[in-house]
Each structure stands twice: as structure tokens, then as C-alpha cells.
């Protein structure tokens, strides 16, 4: 979570429902969402559906397998563009990646 404060670049976060050790993508898509409510999150799987109520309601969830570009084309829908292309050449600006 500490890149989320630091840049300002960060549009979309992807994850899987299923993480290695005690982690949890839907708690991820949870603690994201609270203080980032514009961030867009993507959650995927190719074993567990979402309930209702399990990810925000403004989360999208993907399931697996899924085409690179199929996948690619949700985050671009959804994703705010021109907010991430300001950043980007703001970011640029200021002479750094996220500095």
C-alpha cells in the first residue's frame, strides 16, 4: 500500500482472488478501495466467483483463463485515462518515474 501514497500514477490495481500466504485478493480489493475510491481494481480467478458484497461494488472481476487482450481491454474502459496521461506527463516533468 505505501506505493498507492507515494505515486500518483497508479490507476488501475489488479489482483487475484487467490495470493500466496495469508494474503486475500478480495480483502486487497477491499483495503484499496476505502481510501482510493476512485482507483479502479480489476480482481481475477479461475476458481472462485465473488459473492455479491465480496469486492466493491465498483470493482470489475475477470475470470480465468482470459485473453491478454481481453483483459487489457476491460482495464482501458475502465481505467480514467486522462487522469493517468496527466500524471504520467506531470510525473515526466518533474524528472522522475514517481519520484
Do not use: C, W
Amino acid at each position: 500500500m505505501g506505493i498507492l501514497n507515494k505515486r500518483s500514477d497508479v490507476a488501475v490495481v489488479l489482483t487475484d482472488v487467490e495470493m500466496p500466504g495469508h494474503h486475500n485478493g478480495l480483502a486487497l480489493a477491499r483495503f484499496v478501495h476505502d481510501p482510493y475510491p476512485g482507483m479502479t481494481v480489476v480482481v481475477v480467478s479461475g476458481r472462485v466467483r465473488p459473492a455479491p458484497g465480496e469486492i466493491p461494488p465498483d470493482a470489475l472481476f475477470v475470470p480465468k483463463p482470459y485473453a491478454p487482450y481481453a483483459l487489457l481491454e476491460v482495464i482501458q474502459k475502465a481505467a480514467p485515462q486522462e487522469e493517468l496521461a496527466a500524471d504520467a506527463v506531470a510525473d515526466l516533468a518533474s524528472g522522475g518515474a514517481g519520484s
